[in-house]
Every structure is written in structure tokens, then in C-alpha cells.
């Protein structure tokens, strides 16, 4: 029974998405529509989130388009960086591979960190183990040593907002 719940939840996710995408109630739109959400409900089932009804609370919207706003910040501080770090005559860089430890515990959330750190120019997000992500940056600072330090210059921003929209 609570399968078929899981289910008739999915159907009704996809077929809301079905309608925002295509933005027309003529009965060709509603009637492929409709085929298109019970077909895929069946088959991807399994991918979509475990409680897919939180999907419509408004805090959780709110919190989303807060994380994308400071993404944007950011990735713009970030371009000017790189840019600084490509014109400079010395090219001041010093590249390497850091351990990130992530406070979220979602795996929706920490692919969502993931992104955003390789979002930012100058990062790129190698691997997640755990609680652990491993991030190769452009700039590993000496101040740095300790893995709080780079936690918090690295993941602390996205991770405020992440945890607000996932946990």
C-alpha cells in the first residue's frame, strides 16, 4: 500500500511539472500529459526523493532561491579572482587537492554542495566519500592548515542555505 502511495505521489509530481512546462490545459496537453506522468511514475520511482510532498513547502522555495542568489554572488567574486589570478604577471597560484567535511546529511544536499563548489570558478569538486568531499582548489592558502578553516572557506557558505532546503 505504501508503494502504491510512493507512486500515485510521483504520478502527481510529474504530471504538476508535465503542466508548468508545457503551460496549456487544451485535452491534447492534458490527455500526453497524463500517459507521459503515468509512464514515467512507473519507471523512475525509485529516483525521486524519498519524501517528494516537501517539494511544495513554500519555506523550502524561499531558502532555494536564497542558495541561488549567493551561488551567484559567489561565482561572480569568483570569476574576478581567476580573472586577477590569469592578468597578474607572477599568476599567483597554488593549486591542490583539500579534504572539505560537510555537515549535511542528505545525499540530495551534499550533491547540491558538490555542484556549487564546482560551480565557483577555481574549485572543482573531485569526490564525496561520507562526509567528506574532496575539492581540488586553485589557491590552497598556507593560513589554512586546519580542515575547519578550509571547510569554512569553501563549503560554510553554500552549507547555510543547503541545510535550510534539504534537512
Same mark, same amino acid.
Not at 568531499?133 to 592558502?141: P, R
Given at each position: 500500500m505504501e508503494?502504491?502511495?510512493?507512486?500515485?505521489?510521483?504520478? *502527481? %509530481?510529474i504530471f504538476a511539472l508535465w503542466l508548468l512546462l508545457t503551460w496549456s490545459l487544451h485535452w491534447q496537453a492534458l490527455v500526453s500529459g497524463a500517459g507521459l506522468a503515468v509512464l514515467f511514475a512507473f519507471l523512475l520511482s525509485g529516483l525521486l526523493p524519498e519524501r517528494a510532498e516537501r517539494l511544495f513547502s513554500p519555506v523550502r522555495w524561499f531558502w532555494a532561491i536564497m542558495h541561488l542568489i549567493s551561488l551567484s554572488f559567489w561565482i561572480v567574486l569568483a570569476n574576478f579572482?581567476?580573472?586577477?589570478r590569469v592578468i597578474h604577471p607572477s599568476l599567483? *597560484?597554488?593549486?591542490? *587537492?583539500?579534504?572539505?567535511k560537510t555537515t549535511l546529511k542528505s545525499d540530495e544536499a551534499k550533491t547540491f554542495l558538490a555542484n556549487s563548489i564546482t560551480l565557483t570558478p577555481g574549485t572543482l569538486t573531485i569526490d564525496i566519500i561520507d562526509d567528506w568531499?574532496?575539492? =581540488?582548489? *586553485? $589557491?590552497? =592558502?598556507e593560513?589554512?592548515? $586546519?580542515? +575547519?578553516? %578550509?571547510?569554512?572557506d569553501?563549503?560554510?557558505?553554500? +552549507?547555510v542555505t543547503l541545510r535550510r532546503v534539504f534537512d
Open positions: 508503494r502504491l502511495k510512493r507512486r500515485l505521489l510521483d504520478l *502527481i %509530481i579572482d581567476v580573472l586577477y599567483p *597560484i597554488r593549486p591542490g *587537492i583539500v579534504k572539505v568531499l574532496y575539492v =581540488h582548489w *586553485i $589557491n590552497v =592558502h593560513s589554512l592548515a $586546519n580542515t +575547519e578553516a %578550509i571547510t569554512r569553501i563549503a560554510g557558505r553554500f +552549507e
